[in-house]
């Protein structure tokens, strides 16, 4: 632009002075023709001024500037020979000309539509930011022209990967893996924007995935489906556990109750056993004590050869249960005139002992 400026201005200054020659000549003839060889020394000064004018309007058009976070590529006659970075630059326009490419981080946004694995349409957001190899610029010059054309490109292999990515995934993984998702496209993106693309890729990142209003309530219903179903479940784990906890409650009690009918059976055994011994004892027979292996004691009794003794302390002992259970009731006695029949009440939970007498 400074260039085209000052192009101008030299150009209006070389007219303005072509034009002021030509003036000033004209008036000479109109003077007379005595004065032909002045004619002839002011046509050469007017000429050699013009030429240096027009000199002048080349001179500016030569200059280039490139800004700051820009590089230039600079061909000679359309080839791509050197390139140019920030600053001023002196070359010949009509042989040389700048194509200038943008160094600085580009930011590409794509949106475009894409379809999960099970056909599910969404419209994918996603930003991809690169910047030009300064370095490979000529080469970008030779294979793709301009920045335009390399950002179409991008973009289009970017759109390539991500659907692939996507295409590989169900909607319901896609919504709930969306953190792996992004960086699958990323790596996938990455590696497909190679050295032949002359870029580095700084990120591609997802920044929306938006499937169909009607997918959209059907995961909702879906997620308050499996919600509802995940609090049942827990409140009939609950229930199962107070169910279980009440079980062991009981079962804790009946052992407890068995427990006290075990010590009590044990200690109306141990009774009977101290009974017998005392009779035994009383009667005359010999008690001998045994002590076990595990320090309980137990008594060895000698009776007689035929046990009568042993029956009767038996019998005894029996009639000592029943007196301790008796009621007060008398025995209740029947006769026929062959006979009485004398039942004795027992307590309750023993049955009746029937007794005939003659």
């Known amino acids: 632009m400074i260039g085209l400026i000052v192009g101008i201005i030299f150009a209006l200054l070389a007219l303005g002075g072509i034009g002021s020659g030509i003036f000033f000549i004209m ?3 109109e003077g007379g023709r005595s004065e032909g060889l002045k004619d002839v020394k002011s046509i050469s000064l007017i000429a050699a ?3 240096f004018a027009v000199l002048l309007i080349f001179i500016p058009f030569s200059f280039h500037t490139v800004d700051a976070g820009e590089v230039a590529v600079v061909k000679h006659l359309g080839e791509a020979r ?8 002196f070359d010949f326009w009509m042989t040389e000309s700048y194509s200038v490419y943008d160094a600085k981080v580009q930011d590409l946004s794509i949106v475009t539509p894409a379809y999960s694995n099970d056909a599910q349409t969404m419209d994918v957001e996603l930003t991809v930011q690169y910047q030009i190899d300064t370095s490979k610029v000529i080469e970008i010059a030779n294979t793709y022209g301009s920045l335009d054309i390399l950002n179409s490109r991008i ?8 659907k692939s990515v996507m295409a590989e995934n169900t909607a319901e993984q896609i919504i709930q893996g969306r953190a792996q998702l992004s960086k699958d496209v990323t790596d996938s993106i990455m590696a497909r924007i190679d050295e032949s693309y002359y870029v580095n890729v700084r990120t591609a990142v997802l920044t929306d995935i938006g499937f169909t209003d009607a997918y959209e309530a059907a995961v909702e219903a879906q997620m308050i489906a499996e919600r509802e179903k995940e609090a049942a479940i827990i409140k009939a784990e609950q229930q199962l556990e107070v169910a279980k906890r009440e079980a062991e409650a009981r079962l804790e009690q009946a052992q407890g109750e068995a427990n006290a009918q075990k010590a009590i059976a044990e200690a109306e055994a141990y009774s009977a056993s101290i009974k017998i011994v005392q009779l035994a004892r009383t009667l005359g027979y010999q008690v001998t004590e045994i002590t076990g292996e595990d320090g309980s004691l137990g008594y060895d009794i000698t009776w007689d050869d035929d046990n009568a003794g042993k029956e009767l302390v038996l019998q005894y002992i029996q009639y000592l249960e029943y007196l301790s259970k008796w009621d007060g009731k008398l025995p209740t006695v029947v006769g026929d005139g ?9 307590p309750d939970g023993d049955q009746e002992q029937t007794s005939p007498t003659t």
Request: proline residues 3%; charged residues 20%.
């Open 27 to 29: 008036k000479k003839k």
């Open 49 to 51: 001024g013009g030429a």
């Open 155 to 162: 973009e289009s292999v970017a759109i390539d990967a991500m």
């Open 338 to 346: 062959s006979g009485i029949m004398i039942t004795i009440p027992v």
């Open 82 to 89: 050197s390139v140019r970075t920030a600053g001023t630059y």
